[in-house]
């Protein structure tokens, strides 16, 4: 095994130790977007996919998915409606191309990430630990030093009236190739159809811990939920290896394709509790960008997706 994969394993399971001190261990649960729930439907991409990227799901009809929801923290029991601990949410795609082939989505609620590298983001959460610990000088020394994650902190992250009226946004880039050859580099971006929704601290304060668990059964059963995926285009000069930076409003967007939700599905499953999704596409036609958080992500998922498993919960 190459030096360089044994240094990315060690800093994962190093970030896996400072999320467990950040949230606490929860055996059985995810260390971070603990408080989870899968949907699923089928996606439709749209006649631009094709022209971006050569991957399956970009030309075929339709392909089965399974979505998972999920609040924010480590915390299995975190309240929806808590407006402190109200995180990015997270959305994970995974996008069933045949007999244990598939790719995967992964985003979240909040655009960019706070750092660039899995050793920033080290640093980042020792300091969040330390200010939860009462030593908030720690952690105001780290943002001081790194702008875009004091930026990422201190953007506003309402909570929404349903997962079904969130909007996400990948934390990395791809390089999307398409049957031609040509290579552009995108991020994903995911959008409700009903467009987004969101709650006062006060209309917050009257709802339940569990109203958005609760509420997407319902909805569901009365209506299909549909979200609209996009990919946002870098332009010349856009950094695609930094996730800590985001790019103007103004970026042209492709549409990707659309994910219709049918039904909220059993996540304790044994077939879906197995499942790990991974945050690098692996699939001919979408690669990653050369970001550094890329590898390090996809390591911290599977570790913590093995240690899942072996609690057997």
Known sequence: MPASTYKNLALAEQLLGALDTLSGLHPGFRPAHAKGLMCSGTFTPSPEAAKLTRAPHASKPSTPVLVRYSDSTGVPTIPDNDPQRSGPRGIAVRFHLGDHVHTDIVAHSTNGFPVRTGEEFLEFLRAAA????????????????????????????????????????????????????????????????????????????RKSGDF????????????????????????????????????????????????????????????RRKIIFDPIPRVDGIDPSGDPLSEVRSDIYLLSGRRRQAAGT
């Open 130 to 205: 330390a200010f939860g610990a009462g030593k908030p000088e720690t952690l105001g020394a780290f943002l001081a030093t790194h702008p875009n994650a004091k930026r990422f902190v201190e953007a506003p992250k309402p909570i929404p009236t349903s997962f079904a009226r969130e909007a996400f946004f990948a934390v990395t880039a791809f390089r999307f190739t398409n049957a031609n050859g040509v290579s552009r580099h995108g991020r994903f971006r995911i959008r409700p159809d009903a467009g987004t929704e969101y709650l006062s601290d006060v209309e917050s304060a």
């Open 212 to 271: 958005l668990f609760d509420e997407i059964g319902r909805r569901l059963a009365q209506e299909p939920v549909r979200l609209s995926i996009f990919v946002q285009m870098a332009e010349a000069g856009d950094d695609v290896t930094n996730a800590s930076v985001t790019w103007p409003e103004s970026r042209a967007e492709i549409p990707f394709g659309k994910i219709t939700l049918t039904v909220r599905v059993d996540d304790q499953e044994p077939e």
